[in-house]
């Protein structure tokens, strides 16, 4: 079997975990205050309402054309977003308009092909969500990754220790605000795609919580003697080998996805490269200190 890390590795983890505390509440901060300069979640479809019209046109057009030929409907600067590419693809996105999204797309339909010709202008895809469809969405997509978040902690719990679990709900939360924060600092859509792959990074986080917890619990089993942030430590020099191997594939797979997969699933593709790089990083240096701070024997300090 490939082993990256040789045995007998000794990386004092435990050490850093007051650096790895305070780098991780920044990062939380500066994606928090990241959402309250911008006022908020930068909703998609899903979430706000609206509509959306993704178009193709059979010769190169410029956004200012668009967005010209759009003028009589009065869109935001930001609501024509081309799809880069080479493609001649666009996405034009409609305001909250109640009761009227079929309406708004079918204006915004006519309005391309009578500026550019029917047979000019593909209608690729049209979407429209109402306002109250899009609330019920945003309160069930917040409620299940609360729900999921919790559910993981609760097996963690039962499987080992009540501060096991703890530790995996904390890293958990911590691993889905970094990677909200990441999403608001990059201007991406929150929309289903992103639930779904929010909900990715919480399972694939969890899986590295239980291998490191599973090791910790075995070798506290198998040496009783020594101090728990030495059993920590050894733990996760154990199994780095494996934790870096397993991260490796995942992210080659997510970049891929991300540089070959075109404008569309960026945001998903994104959210994944940003959760699977956190979720290994809180497993080590969340999950672990957690149990090591509910442990009643003191840390031994170095000399």
């Given at each position: 079997?490939?082993?990256?890390?040789?045995p007998?590795?000794?990386?004092d983890?435990?050490?850093?975990?007051?650096i790895?505390?305070?780098?991780?509440?920044?990062?939380?901060?500066i994606?928090?205050?990241?959402m309250?300069?911008?006022?908020g979640?930068?909703?998609?479809?899903?979430?706000?309402?609206?509509?959306?019209?993704?178009v193709?046109?059979?010769?190169?057009?410029?956004?200012?054309d668009?967005?010209?030929?759009?003028?009589?409907?009065?869109?935001?600067?930001?609501?024509?977003?081309?799809?880069?590419?080479?493609?001649?693809?666009?996405?034009?996105r409609?305001?909250?308009?109640?009761?009227?999204e079929?309406?708004?797309t079918?204006?915004?339909?006519a309005?391309?092909?009578?500026?550019?010709?029917?047979?000019?202008v593909?209608?690729?895809?049209?979407?429209?969500?109402?306002p109250?469809?899009?609330?019920?969405?945003?309160?069930?997509?917040?409620?299940?990754?609360?729900?999921?978040?919790?559910?993981?902690?609760?097996?963690i719990w039962?499987?080992?220790?009540?501060?096991?679990?703890l530790?995996a709900a904390?890293?958990?939360?911590?691993?889905v605000?970094?990677?909200?924060?990441?999403?608001?600092?990059?201007n991406?859509?929150?929309?289903?795609?992103i639930?779904?792959?929010?909900?990715?990074?919480?399972?694939?986080?969890?899986?590295d919580?239980?291998?490191?917890?599973?090791r910790?619990?075995?070798?506290?089993?198998?040496?009783?003697?020594?101090?728990?942030?030495?059993v920590?430590?050894?733990?996760?020099?154990?199994?780095?080998s494996?934790t870096?191997?397993?991260t490796?594939t995942?992210?080659?797979?997510?970049?891929?996805?991300?540089?070959?997969?075109?404008?569309?699933?960026?945001?998903?593709?994104?959210?994944?490269?940003?959760?699977?790089?956190?979720?290994t990083?809180?497993?080590?240096?969340?999950?672990?200190?957690?149990?090591?701070?509910?442990?009643?024997r003191?840390?031994?300090?170095?000399a």
């Amino acid at each position: 079997m490939m082993q990256l890390i040789p045995p007998g590795t000794k990386i004092d983890f435990v050490r850093y975990r007051n650096i790895a505390l305070v780098t991780s509440w920044i990062l939380i901060m500066i994606g928090v205050g990241t959402m309250i300069i911008r006022g908020g979640p930068n909703y998609g479809i899903d979430f706000a309402g609206g509509a959306l019209v993704q178009v193709r046109f059979s010769q190169p057009t410029r956004v200012d054309d668009v967005r010209g030929a759009l003028a009589t409907i009065e869109l935001s600067s930001d609501s024509i977003q081309d799809m880069g590419g080479g493609t001649n693809e666009f996405l034009v996105r409609l305001p909250l308009m109640a009761g009227k999204e079929e309406e708004a797309t079918k204006t915004v339909t006519a309005a391309l092909q009578s500026k550019f010709g029917a047979d000019k202008v593909e209608i690729l895809r049209v979407e429209a969500v109402g306002p109250r469809v899009g609330a019920a969405l945003r309160q069930r997509a917040v409620l299940a990754v609360l729900f999921a978040t919790l559910m993981m902690g609760t097996y963690i719990w039962i499987r080992f220790e009540w501060r096991f679990g703890l530790g995996a709900a904390v890293a958990l939360i911590h691993d889905v605000l970094i990677t909200i924060g990441a999403l608001a600092l990059w201007n991406y859509e929150f929309d289903l795609t992103i639930v779904a792959a929010l909900l990715t990074i919480v399972g694939f986080s969890v899986n590295d919580t239980v291998i490191v917890s599973d090791r910790i619990r075995e070798n506290m089993r198998k040496d009783r003697r020594s101090p728990l942030a030495g059993v920590i430590n050894r733990s996760i020099n154990e199994t780095l080998s494996r934790t870096i191997l397993t991260t490796g594939t995942a992210l080659l797979v997510v970049v891929t996805l991300y540089v070959l997969g075109g404008n569309v699933i960026h945001g998903f593709a994104f959210t994944l490269l940003v959760g699977f790089i956190v979720g290994t990083y809180s497993s080590v240096y969340i999950a672990s200190p957690i149990v090591l701070f509910f442990e009643r024997r003191p840390v031994p300090r170095r000399a």
